[in-house]
């Protein structure tokens, strides 16, 4: 359309009425379509030409030499308005459509950049069918970004640090499975959901468990090379059934940078809370009050020193400013997790950050499961949890089923069943 919006000012400028910036100014699209596709009002020319304007805008209409596009113009009123032909414009949408593709209707770059975190499942788990909302509307927001001109920097925050891991490797050590190389290299994910279950079950019988988990994770955060290989071999593990799921859902990120990396980087988030008299003792953990806000206290670090989700974000949010230097950074996380980023923004705003505004959480209803007669969200750890492959295994079937009774011979008929099947669970999941 700007383009009809320059051809339009050029016109007219054309004529002398008007200089070419002053017209291009005027000109505005009608709210009724029977006014034409473009208007220029002549009411700022009255007083130089000393004449009405109704009278000026007649006087000009048929003195414009219609550039291509535009099939005719009407003086109405003091005004110009100006149509659209309507096949021209058609034949150059279809031209434009053919010859960009899925570019068209993109927005030039505006310079500007926009991180999104979205997904971001735990390493060690399979993703659940609850992890479907982040991740569509994440990648939908993503491309949205990307046709507005901005710079997409889009981000799996995987959950791949924290005590989570600790019981993993307290597991798999406690069943005395091999820890060779070749036997870590063929694990998978779905191996590493069982070992969750378990853990859950016998922790519920020994509850000094979870204090050897913490324990385990603390050893392999202050860098235990037997602990950090084991949790190189789930993270690997996990990442490959990412990917396919991934792929097959038409979903891409830039990078899977998740807990993890920034390991080396909170200390330097710690020092500088301390530095600037923010960090405070508190049960013995160290935390950011947040009293004048009426929130409860930002926790920091736990009593052992292992870090926590928090601590993490701050770092990634940090990190994530320095390098990309983002006018926006979006987070696409369920509801539950409002008060953390709340939170995480305020601790970063008393730290003197002044882009804390720029961080928006973009929050959605929690997926809840019906598990023995009661709606609770799924938890892949306790086996309680609707898997995503599942899910969609079982919709690409009954559209399969569908094509198998209508078109039996269709080429690629399991792809297509599966892009159908994903692209409904999506369609009606955001419905609801």
Not at 21 to 32: F, H, R
Not at 156 to 182: C, S
Not at 321 to 347: I, M, P, R, T, W
Request: hydrophobic letters at 40%.
């Amino acid at each position: 359309m700007n383009s009809f919006n320059d051809a339009i000012a050029q016109a007219v400028a054309a004529t002398g009425a008007f200089e070419l910036e002053q017209a291009k100014k005027l000109i505005t699209v009608p709210t009724d379509t029977e006014h034409g596709n473009f208007t220029l009002p002549c009411f700022v020319l009255a007083r130089s030409l000393h004449k009405a304007p109704k009278v000026i805008a007649e006087e000009l209409a048929p003195k414009i030499e219609l550039p291509n596009g535009i099939c005719k113009v009407e003086a109405v009123a003091g005004y110009l308005n100006f149509f659209i032909d309507r096949k021209f414009l058609a034949k150059s949408i279809l031209e434009a459509v053919f010859s960009q593709g899925l570019e068209y209707g993109h927005a030039e770059s505006n310079g500007k950049v926009v991180c999104m975190d979205y997904s971001s499942p735990n390493i060690g788990k399979e993703l659940a069918f609850h992890h479907l909302r982040s991740t569509m509307i994440g990648n939908s927001l993503s491309r949205i970004y990307k046709a507005a001109g901005y710079k997409v920097v889009r981000i799996n925050h995987l959950g791949d640090w924290g005590t989570a891991f600790g019981k993993l490797i307290v597991m798999y050590l406690r069943e005395k499975r091999p820890t060779d190389q070749a036997t870590l290299d063929s694990l998978t994910v779905k191996e590493l959901n069982i070992l969750y279950a378990s853990f859950s079950k016998a922790a519920e019988a020994e509850p000094g468990l979870e204090d050897e988990a913490r324990a385990t994770f603390s050893k392999l955060e202050k860098g235990d090379d037997f602990y950090h290989q084991l949790w190189l071999a789930f993270r690997a593990a996990t990442l490959k059934e990412l990917m396919r799921i991934y792929k097959m859902m038409g979903v891409d990120f830039d990078y899977y940078t998740g807990e993890s990396f920034y390991e080396d980087k909170m200390p330097a988030v710690i020092q500088d809370l301390e530095a600037k008299g923010l960090l405070e003792r508190s049960e013995e953990r160290d935390v950011v009050k947040l009293d004048e806000y009426k929130l409860n206290p930002c926790l920091i670090r736990k009593s052992d020193g292992s870090t926590l989700y928090a601590t993490r974000d701050l770092a990634a949010a940090i990190y994530r400013k320095k390098e990309y230097n983002f006018d926006k950074s979006l987070y696409v996380v369920d509801l539950g997790q409002a008060l953390h980023f709340k939170q995480v923004k305020l601790v970063l705003k008393k730290m003197g950050y002044n882009w804390h505004d720029t961080l928006v959480h973009i929050p959605f209803g929690v997926i809840l499961n019906l598990i023995d007669g009661k709606w609770e969200k799924g938890k892949t750890r306790t086996g309680k949890a609707k898997l995503l492959r599942d899910v969609i295994e079982a919709a690409q079937q009954k559209i399969l089923d569908f094509i198998n009774q209508k078109n039996p011979e269709l080429e690629n008929k399991e792809l297509i069943a599966q892009q159908i099947g994903i692209s409904a669970l999506t369609f009606n999941d955001l419905k609801n």
